[in-house]
């Protein structure tokens, strides 16, 4: 059968040859590729003091060569970023729903106070009886935090959830320490995300594998056994990277205390509890928050984060290095002089940009909305699991939360992989879930669809994804080799590994 | 609420269709006694006009009105209004981590081209794909050249960031790596080599200094770098006003250098969120720390990118990763790539270069007035330097406060051999007025009684 040229929906339409692809967006080359000497993006003012001589004051420290930077004109900065742009998926395009990730919608008027000069200009180390303002905002985000997880004390000096991790774990191992014994080992149930693991090696712990019990959660006849007098903590996320909340909690907390041992809470899944439980009044001892999780703060491609540690009143005397002291005429200061305190563990007092958008978040909710968007998140991820639970493989029937975990089991007998249909959801038009986490189960399928999705969009993505387990059956190949909507097509990551090219060279 | 997209009606019918009689029975796996069944204690729901207030009154007490001499790993430029305009696009803000990388091309190629205008600016072979901060980088190249050398000491300047150093004294605590200080040369404010060098032991993992240094000084980075070399060890850079880069010689001789971009159009905003990034020489790449972009080809051959070498990363190898870092500053490194898109090849030379101007006429102005001097002399300098004035700092802040100036940064607190000695800084967006009015009330010293 003849092809119509002209037809935009025939391949061979689609289809350029040459250089030059479909459309000129799609077309753009690197930043380096464009430039030509001479060509300038800038102005800069004129000198208002005497232009210096820069080998004279700087001798054989002044640097020869000029380093090769692009040379473009305002124009092509424009195109060339607004380009690189469309190239992305995002959650203003559309449904985001990988797990545990929480991509919800990031309000732009965070983003428009974040901006605001008297915050986007304060120096760290404008005089504290200047900086009022930036501490009145870390004051009240502090309050809210402390209030939401029912804890006692909190830093914001983190800089994301991993680092989180970091300091709470500090906490723990400076609590051991001033009761005479740090202990040698963090348990750590096998569903956890990578970081937690990361983390205890980090600050000197060795890590010892909690096996989840057949529902996915804690075992707690496992955990009597492993938890001795040599067990620092447990890092136990809830509700866990199943997305099913720890039924038997205050039980765990029980058995950690008893042997001395404190509950590290991994805070990333806390956008299901906000306003319904507190981690404070369960029993938790430590905890991160994921200020761009549960906050909405923007992850901007892979950050910024931050990563908030919120703790008991016995462990406030460790928190690193300054807190925010209220003085007696109602101002406020940062306190360095605090003997107990695990240190430093980034310079000035964190991401205080993020701390103001995630402030902004708390008052555009108040209570009843952050109450509400807790239900909504979770009311959304079960009705996901109704209407898809017929067709994709669900291993653990446990009630879910705010995320909903399938394997590919049924797909797998056909050999389609979770990585496959997470490929195909692309061509319907959706960012995939989370592919293969967490590890116990086999080729998981990890759908966090938060509150910010309207019953109209999740009708769409349910469909897309039973369209999807209807293809594999008739046309697995199909799904095999998605997406063939994309500008490219899958990429070859072993020769990215084998030979790395991380940097261009002219 | 304004953000949640659901009618009343339609959450009815979704748990009708799930089975639920209320919300309340997807919550009934929380144990009764655990329930909040009280309202937060937060404040109300606002609109969005009452949220701009409120944050517009935060930031009232302290305005353009102000001029700042205030560096010291946080420094001010211009920022070029194409920088939000671009990093604010939806598509780069609202994106996550490119794990999908047919659907995140863009911010792959641009992290891509951040990774080849570091390796650029500073001599190094290859970049990563950003760390949190400027001290958190050194903290982790600190450990990098623990693992390449397998050796368990630092040597640390203490010309470092005073704030990187109890940082890298944090990462180091459980480490069983002790470090020693170097303390500097008291004529020029640059590390003590005969020190260093008696402190180079055979033991030694790496010498991390910093450059230009906390009290605005250039090191002799080959020098340097021959007396770790000498006895094995690595050398680390660290840089905390990256736009110095610009006409200062890069330290090629470094194995390693951690580098916080801030100063490349990212907003001050308090002390952050700014952007490490740690630059090495190919040999080390396997021992970095954190995300890396690599180019590769999709099945009809055409060019693409994908994070790459994640073997090293936490969600592979879990406790022996290189490090826990996960989410990093995308989007900061993002603004750093406009940045120097936007200045270029010979805009970097020449903000440099203004940069060069405008801190020497201060150091100038401001060293000519009776009492004051420059504290280190004798080597070179770019934007910062150290002022000793014979009044005490508290008494001239008083005065510049009352011109709504900022002065120099009281050394005091870090270095307590240092009285009366102030830090500081001139950028390019420092008027020649406001130096010399600085100069003028720094003079008007009131007669001693």
């Not at chain 2, 330097?385 to 709504?404: G, I, K, M, N």
Request: aromatic share 8%.
């Amino acid at each position: 059968m003849a092809t119509d040229p002209v037809n935009p929906q025939t391949d061979a339409a689609r289809r350029t040859t040459g250089k030059v692809r479909p459309h000129q967006t799609q077309n753009e080359g690197l930043v380096f590729e464009k430039s030509s000497p001479g060509k300038r993006g800038y102005k800069l003012p004129e000198l208002d003091v005497p232009p210096v001589n820069v080998d004279e004051l700087l001798g054989a420290a002044a640097r020869k060569e000029k380093a090769q930077l692009p040379e473009l004109s305002e124009i092509e900065i424009v195109r060339h970023f607004t380009r690189l742009s469309t190239w992305n998926y995002a959650i203003d395009l559309g449904m985001y729903p990988l797990g545990s990730c929480t991509m919800k919608y990031n309000p732009r008027v965070n983003e428009w106070v974040a901006r605001i000069e008297g915050l986007a200009e304060a120096h760290p180390y404008r005089p504290d009886h200047l900086a009022q303002g930036q501490l009145q905002v870390i004051d009240l985000l502090q309050r809210c935090l402390i209030e939401i997880t029912g804890m006692d004390a909190i830093t914001l000096q983190p800089a994301a959830g991993a680092h989180g991790e970091f300091t709470g774990i500090l906490l723990v191992r400076a609590w051991h320490e001033s009761q005479g014994n740090a202990r040698m080992k963090i348990l750590i149930p096998d569903s956890a995300h990578g970081t937690n693991p990361a983390t205890a090696a980090i600050c000197g712990y060795e890590v010892e594998n909690l096996k989840s019990n057949a529902e996915g959660g804690i075992d707690l006849e496992a955990l009597e056994r492993q938890v001795d007098g040599e067990t620092a903590a447990l890092m136990l996320t809830n509700p866990s990277t199943i997305g099913v909340f720890e039924s038997q909690i205050h039980k765990i907390a029980d058995i950690l205390h008893a042997k001395g041992a404190l509950l590290y809470m991994d805070g990333a899944n806390m956008n299901a509890l906000v306003g319904k439980t507190r981690p404070g009044d369960f029993g938790v001892d430590v905890m991160h928050l994921n200020l761009h999780k549960t906050f909405s703060t923007p992850h901007g491609g892979g950050g910024p984060g931050s990563g908030p540690v919120a703790c008991k009143a016995f462990l406030e005397p460790f928190l690193p290095i300054p807190v925010l002291v209220k003085n007696e005429d109602g101002g406020m200061h940062w306190h360095y002089d605090r003997p107990q305190s695990v240190g430093r563990v980034r310079a000035f007092y964190g991401n205080t940009g993020m701390f103001i958008r995630a402030l902004a978040y708390i008052l555009a909710n108040g209570p009843d909305g952050l109450r509400q968007t807790t239900e909504d998140a979770v009311l959304n991820a079960n009705y996901i699991r109704k209407k898809l639970e017929d067709v994709y493989e669900l291993p653990y029937k446990t009630p879910s939360m705010h995320e909903v975990v399938f394997s590919d089991k049924r797909q797998a007998a056909k050999g389609v992989k979770t990585g496959d249909i997470a490929k195909r959801l692309i061509d319907y038009g959706f960012h995939p879930y989370t592919v293969s986490f967490p590890m116990i189960v086999h080729g998981a399928l990890m759908i966090e669809p938060t509150e910010s999705e309207s019953l109209e969009e999740l009708d769409l993505f349910i469909e897309a994804m039973r369209a999807i387990a209807r293809e594999v059956e008739e046309t697995p190949e199909l799904v095999k080799s998605a997406p063939h909507s994309t500008r490219v097509s899958r990429l070859d990551e072993v020769q990215a590994a084998r030979k790395p090219v991380l940097r261009w060279r002219g | 609420m304004r953000y949640l997209p659901k009618s009343p009606a339609e959450r009815e019918q979704m748990l009708a269709e799930i089975g639920a009689r209320s919300i309340d029975d997807l919550f009934a796996v929380i144990p009764a006694e655990y329930r909040l069944t009280r309202d937060l204690d937060v404040p109300r729901q606002h609109a969005e006009s009452e949220i701009i207030d409120y944050f517009r009154a935060a930031g009232a007490r302290y305005t353009h009105k102000h001029t700042s001499f205030l560096g010291a790993g946080a420094y001010r430029h211009y920022r070029p209004i194409l920088i939000d305009a671009m990093a604010q696009r939806g598509e780069f803000l609202t994106s996550y981590t490119p794990y999908q990388a047919e659907i995140t091309q863009g911010t792959l190629q641009a992290i891509f081209e951040f990774q080849t205008m570091i390796s650029e600016l500073t001599g190094m072979d290859v970049a990563n794909a950003s760390m949190y901060d400027g001290s958190t980088g050194a903290a982790e190249a600190v450990l990098m050249a623990m693992r390449i050398t397998g050796r368990h000491r630092a040597v640390v300047a203490n010309t470092v960031h005073p704030e990187y150093r109890e940082v890298l004294h944090t990462y180091l605590r459980y480490r069983e790596m002790p470090t020693k200080l170097v303390a500097c040369d008291p004529e020029t404010g640059r590390v003590d080599l005969r020190a260093l060098e008696a402190a180079v032991t055979e033991e030694t993992a790496a010498v991390l200094i910093q450059s230009p240094n906390f009290f605005g000084m250039i090191e002799d980075i080959p020098v340097i770098a021959d007396i770790a070399h000498k006895k094995g060890a690595l050398l680390i850079v660290s840089i905390a006003e990256a736009v110095s880069l610009g006409v200062v010689r890069p330290p090629v001789e470094a194995d390693i250098v951690s580098l916080e971009a801030q100063a490349f159009g990212v907003p001050l905003c308090y002390g952050g969120p700014y952007c490490g990034v740690i630059a090495t020489k190919e040999q080390y790449l396997r021992q970095i720390p954190g995300r890396l972009v690599g180019q590769t080809v999709d099945r009809d051959g055409y060019r693409g990118f994908v994070l790459t070498l994640s073997t090293r990363e936490q969600h592979i190898r879990r406790e022996k990763a290189t490090s826990n870092i996960c989410t990093n500053q995308a989007l900061v490194a993002l603004m750093a790539t406009i940045f120097l898109t936007i200045y270029g090849k010979e805009g970097m030379r020449e903000l440099a270069e203004q940069n060069l101007a405008k801190a020497h006429y201060a150091a100038q102005a401001l060293s000519a007035q009776p009492g004051a001097k420059l504290r280190f002399t004798g080597a070179p300098w770019f934007n910062e330097f150290v002022l000793y004035t014979e009044e005490d700092p508290a008494a001239w802040s008083q005065r510049l406060r009352s011109d709504r100036i900022v002065g120099g940064l009281d050394l005091h607190r870090w270095y307590p051999e240092m009285s009366n000695c102030t830090l500081w800084c001139a950028t390019e967006i420092m008027p020649r007025e406001r130096m010399d009015k600085t100069a003028s009330l720094m003079a008007a010293r009131p007669v001693e009684a």
